[in-house]
């Protein structure tokens, strides 16, 4: 769906791996910066990758993060295998959480995570089967307004 | 107001970043939920928590804020204050608890984050 990528980059994420959740988002970033990505749209892209990320870490086995970077947007690509999700429009929803008090604990596990990220992401794409996985797409352009 | 005003004000001690005290604060927000802090907060917060695990250093990191307060005492554990140095966030420690800590400074002119639905 990308131009021409300019980089392209996978983080693998360990459900349950609590201490280091965030890594691949600070990874992400600062590869952002590198780039010299406009510091709102990285504020953005990384606060949907860490919730996404906190999201693997909370609930799923694995996970494959990838980043893809093209002239005119970047592409997150999460690919998890873990219980899944058995109904997305209720997990789009603010305040909705299955989280454990451990998750409450790390400061995470409002009920915020998918919100968030929509809020953040331009487009966003979620799939997802009970017991295998979610699969989630979020797409970010570089060279325009927001179309939100 | 600066990062050393505010040390003084909270009469805080710094845990790392010594360096960095004489940044300039425009605007803060506290809270020890950190889904909130990366739904409210902006790039330059100065953030207030109660939580003091890595992951309020990370979360910090990713939403650009300038430092953290920990409050009540608290302290972040070795990986957030390894991962603080690492990405250049002063951290700083406040015997005051939070609802005090947020009110000497919102006395002092330091307002909170701009864009909250009360103020649309």
Known sequence: MCDEHVLS???????G??????KASTSIKEILREIGIDSSIMVRVCIAAYESEMNVVMYARRATLTLSVSPKMLNLRLEDEGQGIA???KAMQEGFSTATNEMREMGFGAGM?????????????????????????LTFFLNKDREK | MTLREIMDLLQAEVI???EHLDIEIDFAGG?????????????????????????????????????????RGKKPD??????????GIP??????????????????????????????
């Open chain 2, 91 to 120: 951290l700083l420690s406040t015997k005051y608890m939070m609802y005090t800590a947020c009110g000497l400074l919102y006395k002092q002119g330091v307002p909170g984050v701009s864009g909250s639905s009360i103020e649309e």
């Open chain 2, 78 to 87: 070795a990986a957030g204050i390894e991962l603080a140095r690492e990405v």
């Open chain 2, 31 to 71: 809270s020890d939920l950190m889904s909130d802090v990366l739904a409210f907060g902006k790039p330059g917060l100065l953030l207030l928590t109660g939580l003091s695990n890595a992951q309020s250093v990370r979360t910090a990191n990713i939403i650009d804020a300038k430092a953290v307060v920990y409050v």
């Open chain 1, 17 to 22: 791996d609590f201490s280091n959740a965030g």
């Open chain 2, 16 to 18: 790392s970043g010594h």
């Open chain 1, 113 to 137: 995570g998918l919100p968030n990220i929509k809020k953040n992401a331009d487009h966003l794409e979620i799939s997802s089967t009970p017991g295998k996985g979610t699969s989630l797409d």
């Open chain 1, 87 to 89: 109904d997305i429009p």
């Open chain 1, 9 to 15: 980059q996978e983080f693998e994420i360990k459900g």
